[in-house]
């Protein structure tokens, strides 16, 4: 399937800015699930450093931007052609021990509620794949989607005690629960294709990585109660929606700062 992207974040100032300086994690690696034809990321005035690949395969590249007036924009258009591979990810330059990804985050904390429903799901015993599937579809009952009614620094507890969520909330409890049976687990941003198919989500995504034995990492999907396919484009990982931000950083000066994204993918049939 061949995809098209363009994202914008914008960020407005109410003073000002002496300086922006930004980490991104904006820029996907081609792997066995996509092969990146065309990408690129643009911001008027800034300056990029050069571009390093960490430990999980993630690109990671810093901007700056001096003298800014209010309004900074960051424009990302891509093309992608995209495979269904069933989940299984192989990401090249990806180092890290699974291991790493068994410890939590105050993100994922365990709480005695994630427990009982990590403890709630029982399946054949050795069988780590089908234990992760049923994880992740204990997980999506467990919340309901609803636009707004979580933030970015919601944790996984508290998302479950409301019972209502986004897809960063059923990807942080799906982490914990995951952690509980001793599976190593990662958090993902990326894209999905939306489209008229009933599933809930937004063209930026969020989603979870689990490491199975003989498979290697493998996508779940808790929002959408399913593994990843073609309508996916995997950009980065972490521990936690905030260790896999795709945009970090900090900024000189006085003022209030917002933010805004615009996110449109389409098909190439569109």
């Not at 990401?91 to 021990?97: K, L, N, T, Y």
């Not at 992740?136 to 409301?162: C, D, F, P, S, V």
Request: hydrophobic letters at 40%; proline letters at 3%; aromatic letters at 6%.
């Amino acid at each position: 399937m061949k995809l098209f992207v363009n994202h914008t974040t914008t960020y407005h100032y109410s003073e000002p800015q002496r300086m922006i300086t930004q980490s991104h994690r904006l820029i996907p690696a081609s792997c066995n699930a996509q092969k990146i034809v065309r990408w690129e990321v643009t911001a008027d005035g800034a300056e990029f450093g050069r571009q390093i690949v960490d430990g999980a395969g993630d690109t990671i590249r810093t901007m700056s931007v001096d003298n800014l007036d209010t309004a900074l924009e960051i424009h990302i258009q891509g093309e992608v052609d995209t495979f269904d591979t069933n989940g299984v990810y192989t990401i090249p330059g990806d180092v890290v021990s699974p291991q790493v990804y068994l410890r939590d985050s105050p993100l994922t904390k365990l709480t005695p509620a994630l427990v009982d429903l990590a403890r709630d799901v029982v399946v054949e015993e050795g069988n780590v794949l089908n234990l992760a599937h049923a994880l992740m579809r204990h997980t999506h009952t467990a919340i309901e989607y609803t636009t707004g009614a979580t933030k970015m620094a919601t944790t996984a507890a508290a998302a479950l005690a409301l019972g209502k969520g986004v897809c960063q909330d059923y990807a942080h409890c799906l982490l914990a629960i995951a952690r509980q049976h001793q599976i190593p687990a990662r958090y993902v941003t990326g894209y999905l294709l939306t489209d008229t198919d009933g599933y809930r989500h937004d063209a930026s995504h969020a989603w979870v990585e689990l490491n199975i034995v003989d498979l290697g990492w493998v996508g779940f999907d808790p929002t959408n109660n399913c593994c990843p396919d073609a309508r996916y484009i995997r950009v980065g990982s972490g521990i936690d929606a905030q260790d896999a931000a795709l945009i970090r950083g900090i900024s000189r000066g006085v003022g209030q700062e917002t933010m805004q994204t615009s996110v449109n993918i389409q098909h190439a049939q569109q």
